[in-house]
């Protein structure tokens, strides 16, 4: 029997990521999935459909499938982009394990990883395009397909991610039926992930499908999230914290993901996407937090906003909430559309949380590891505490 407590929403289990992408088709074919730009200040906005998604993820399967790297592993390093998701799920659906690499790992940590994984293959940015021409010259890897995510040098070999894509899609309309017939073990290690931890020497951490699942199953039945958000994608993709719960987790959703164009970025990505529902760190939040509040001390109205805040919590124990109205011009200056902020990592401010919480922002905090892919305990849309103790590992109003 679930603990009430615990499960707010009705929900329906997803087995292994075919299922997530055939959830895709079923459900939000029509739905904007991803939104983004080339450059920070270009006014020209990229728009993918789910349908489109999906199409690509079959095809760059199809491709993978072909060069016969079923059961092999794939690596992918690159920034927040459309490219890194459609490889960790065209990957992860073609029976392939997948390797995340952190993009901001020095070339030597980038090379080790690389042969302790035994990768056979690699889709990357341009940005690493120096690192593999090495690893490529050198031959001291697995490595035997390079796959660049951008148009890649002529005088080198690596293979082109937009070939790869067209290629594929010619061969599923000639009739290739290899990734359709695909079966997944969702209990086999599908994702090689490596974590810094305590040691100097990052450890290998492997998750199956039925793991992250799993994750994004409880996670739908904690807290609301519908096919009306758009999340802005802050944290690296290479990690599970922001895999699972803005891109696994929000996709299962429907929801639209903005990538954020950097952390110069942030405040005016927040407005200029109708951003509703965010993934970040406590640190992050915090100073936010801060230039709210320097804003409202330098127009002289900290102790209305603080006698409104006052009244508005007796008042939302009475089941009225007028959060959202009194604070409107706040929230206009800030983000308009905000609704919900998810917190882990670290320990938060209680100041803060709290402040969120009075401006009628639904702050939920999160504890989690990689091991646990990655969310273990947190909060939900109904039941929260203002802080978590790291160090008893538990829930309480007042840590220290």
């Not at 309309?173 to 079966?183: H, R």
């Not at 974590?195 to 499908?209: E, F, Y």
């Not at 102790?303 to 109205?325: E, F, Q, T, W, Y």
Request: aromatic share 10%; hydrophobic share 40%; charged share 25%.
């Amino acid at each position: 029997m679930e603990d009430k407590r615990r499960v707010l929403y009705k929900a329906e289990p997803i087995h292994d990521f075919r299922e997530l992408v055939q959830r895709y088709q079923n459900l939000y074919a029509d739905k904007l999935a991803f939104e983004y730009k080339l450059e920070p200040k270009s006014k020209d906005y990229i728009k993918i459909t789910y349908g489109q998604f999906v199409a690509d993820i079959k095809a760059l399967g199809t491709k993978l499938l072909q060069m016969g790297l079923r059961k092999k592993r794939v690596a992918i390093i690159a920034p927040n982009r459309y490219e890194w998701c459609v490889s960790y799920l065209a990957v992860t659906t073609s029976d392939i394990i997948v390797v995340p690499l952190d993009k901001s790992l020095p070339a030597n940590e980038l090379e080790s990883l690389i042969k302790r994984s035994e990768a056979e293959a690699v889709i990357f940015d341009k940005e690493y395009i120096p690192t593999f021409e090495k690893l490529q010259a050198e031959k001291s890897s697995h490595l035997s397909h390079f796959i660049c995510m951008d148009v890649p040098p002529t005088e080198t070999n690596f293979l082109c991610y937009t070939n790869l894509i067209e290629e594929g899609k010619k061969s599923l309309q000639e009739g290739d039926t290899a990734y359709n017939s695909i079966t997944i073990d969702n209990q086999e290690m599908a994702i090689m992930l490596f974590t810094s931890g305590t040691t100097a020497i990052s450890k290998a951490v492997s998750l199956s499908q039925a793991n992250i699942c799993a994750d994004i199953y409880a996670l739908s039945k904690m807290a609301k999230v519908t096919k009306e958000d758009t999340f802005l994608s802050f944290l690296p993709l290479h990690h599970t914290f922001e895999s699972t719960c803005t891109f696994l987790y929000g996709t299962y959703c429907g929801i639209t993901i903005a990538f954020c164009d950097g952390i110069r970025y942030v405040a005016n990505n927040l407005k200029e996407y109708n951003i509703t529902g965010f993934v970040c760190v406590p640190l992050m939040l915090e100073i936010m937090y801060k230039k709210i509040v320097k804003a409202i001390d330098e127009q002289g109205k900290t102790k209305l906003v603080n006698a409104m805040r006052k009244i508005s919590r007796v008042l939302l124990k009475c089941g009225i909430d007028i959060r959202k109205k009194v604070f409107h011009q706040i929230l206009d200056n800030f983000a308009p559309h905000l609704r919900m902020l998810i917190a882990g990592g670290a320990p938060m401010n209680k100041e803060a949380i709290q402040g969120f919480l009075d401006l009628g922002i639904n702050l939920l905090q999160g504890y989690g590891l990689t091991e646990t892919s990655p969310v273990l305990a947190g909060e939900n849309d109904k039941y929260k505490k203002l802080r978590f103790c790291w160090i008893c590992s538990s829930w309480h109003r007042y840590c220290y």
